[in-house]
């Protein structure tokens, strides 16, 4: 099978365009011919080797990727329900494999897109992200219905999710952050916000207005203006950190004060250890995405343009997420 392979950590140019042996499905897995494999931000980390020492983590050479689309191809032992040549999207357990022509997946994280009549581009960028923010704000951020929401970082990949689901579930009102220079994106976005603003304007831009719910997924120190951002009680949900400041420290007396949480979101250590809300956030996913409430940007580039990719992701030059094919 064709794949795209990181070499070595480090820069875009260690990704290289393979063939490598077709893999095959083990008992309660399924082997999905992918047409689509999406780019994201723990893609550029896990080839930076941000992740490197970590017990358990890949070490060159390996494929990157952990969102695949595309139909199956076989069924392993026991598995049931899915058919093959049926559309379907995938995640990955070990967040590993999907820039490939061929994935295998467990049989629990992929979800038949048949019925719903997604394109595979759309549900590839857009199903995955979005059953883990039903899962982060179902499950750690307990969103109730009418409370509100800040998300940090509105158009980022995993960022465009939230509004669809939240609005789904009940959220009364629904702000985004952005960078200054993406305020024009921000203006003409279809995502379900009912506004966006200037991230280096908070919390002024948003007058003495607190929320229940903030996503976070950039980090350091608008992290700190995120804790300010909260009701008291109010939940914030560290689910990334894309800013890249890895030294961030959350001032634990400022949660005492105002009854705050803070609770990490991270699905490469959520999910195996509750497959049991997978399929729930799938279909939810699913649900939301064939309602359009998951329109955004999407890029589609080759394997062949998978240094061009990243040096993107790395640039913050996407607005919504960039979806790879098997192609040349």
Known sequence: MRAVQITEFGEPGVLSVV???DPVPGPGQVA???SHAAVGLVDVFMRQGVFGDLPGMPRPPFVPGLEVAGTVRALGEGVTGLTVGEPVVSMSATGVGGYASVYVADAGLVASTRRFGIAPAVAVAVV????????ALTRVAH????ESVLVQGALGGFSAAFPGIARRLGAGRIVGTVRHGKLDAAAVTKLPYDTVVDSADLPGALGDEKFDVVIDPVG???RTRSLALLKPGGRLVVAGNAGGDWTHQVDTNQLWLTGATVAGFNAGAYLPAHPQVVR???EAALEAVAGGLGDMVIDVLPFSAAITAHERMERREVDGRIVLVPGA
């Open 19 to 21: 063939e490598v042996p």
């Open 32 to 34: 999905i011919d992918v």
């Open 128 to 135: 995955p992200n979005a059953a883990m923010a039903h899962v």
């Open 143 to 146: 969103l109730a219905e009418g």
């Open 220 to 222: 350091g120190d608008l």
């Open 280 to 282: 729930p956030a799938l």
